[in-house]
């Protein structure tokens, strides 16, 4: 698989773990002990989003 397509697969994946979360970090019905997973995904959306994937060409995605 290219890399671009990788990348954007693993924003989708993460991205259709998070909607419950944000909705309960918005509502503010989540405990502080949970709100790790979120913060954990949306960190690692942020960086897939930030990865300059044409330049780099030794990626090791999960």
């Given at each position: ?7 954007s697969?693993l924003?989708?994946?993460?991205s259709t773990?998070?909607?419950l ?5 918005l509502?503010?019905s989540?405990?502080d002990?949970?709100?790790a997973?979120p913060a ?8 897939l989003?930030a990865?300059?994937?044409p ?8």
């Open positions: 698989m290219h890399l671009i397509p990788r990348r697969a924003v989708n994946e993460a773990r998070t909607p979360w944000q909705a309960q970090l509502l503010n989540i405990s002990a949970a709100k997973l954990g995904w949306m960190g690692g959306i942020r960086a989003r990865a300059n994937v330049l780099a060409s030794n990626i090791i995605w999960p």
